[in-house]
């Protein structure tokens, strides 16, 4: 009997033993695998590089400037991750719907001969309203838990650009000049952040997102005042937001 309840006691030790390794253990084997729909949340800050060139008859008035653009930014997203050990291999999709913009006014003087001086104002504008990316990620686990990535991808977006004069010539006459123009943008893009598995199919985690997009041009003219403008419009954004995701 003693031996029997020896054994019985041992048997117990080493289940209790195991059972207790196997709840220490976190998360769960395939942390972070599988196919995820989520959503995201934050504020972008960017920059763009405008130059602009103008002529109203024989006067001719040109600028450089970088407008800056900051607003609220966010979106929702599908994607599928696979695991190779600790390694993590991704690919997913994100559409994003953005406020950020910005605004620029200043005056100008052509400084010419009085028979043909142009002063005044000009306003200029840029947007973001949406975004299409689509990007692929790796990331290593560590403990099951944490899982810090990189990114690099593709970005289409739609800008929209505005320019707006006020200006008067020589003979103090005023005339007005506004075009605005909204075109999608192809951006290289690139990803830094880190993933938190908060349950087996819940993760949450912050990223930073990067952009540069190619130009944009566009020349019109004025038939009322008789002004020739021609802009271009490069844009450079940043994201931070945090993110949320259910992985099935």
């Not at 087996?200 to 944009?216: A, P």
């Amino acid at each position: 009997m003693k031996k029997i309840s020896l054994v019985a006691l041992l048997l117990a030790t080493a289940g209790g033993a195991v059972s207790a390794a196997e709840t220490l253990v976190p998360g769960c084997p395939k942390a972070f695998q599988g196919f995820h729909l989520g959503g995201n949340i934050g504020y972008g800050v960017g920059v763009a590089n405008q130059k602009f060139d103008g002529t109203t008859g024989v006067v001719h008035t040109n600028s450089k400037n970088n407008l800056g653009i900051k607003g609220v930014d966010g979106g929702i997203g599908v994607g599928y991750t696979h695991r190779l050990g600790n390694w993590a291999l991704g690919l997913a999709f994100v559409a994003n719907w953005a406020s950020s913009k910005g605004q620029l006014t200043t005056a100008f003087d052509s400084n010419t001969a009085a028979a043909n001086r142009v002063k005044g104002t000009r306003t200029l504008k840029g947007r973001l309203k949406n975004a299409l990316q689509l990007y692929a990620r790796t990331g290593y686990v560590i403990g099951g838990q944490v899982m810090p990535f990189i990114g690099l991808g593709w970005d289409n977006a739609s800008w929209n650009q505005s320019i707006s004069e006020t200006q008067t010539n020589a003979a103090g006459v005023p005339h007005t000049f506004s075009q605005s123009r909204s075109k999608r943008l192809n951006g290289f893009m690139w990803k830094l952040g880190v993933d938190f598995l908060a349950t087996k199919h819940v993760v949450l985690g912050f990223e930073y997102t990067g952009t540069i997009y190619g130009k944009k041009t566009f020349k019109e003219v004025n038939t009322v005042g008789g002004e020739t403008i021609a802009a271009s419009f490069r844009p450079q954004y940043n994201k931070f937001a945090l993110t949320a995701k259910i992985v099935y």
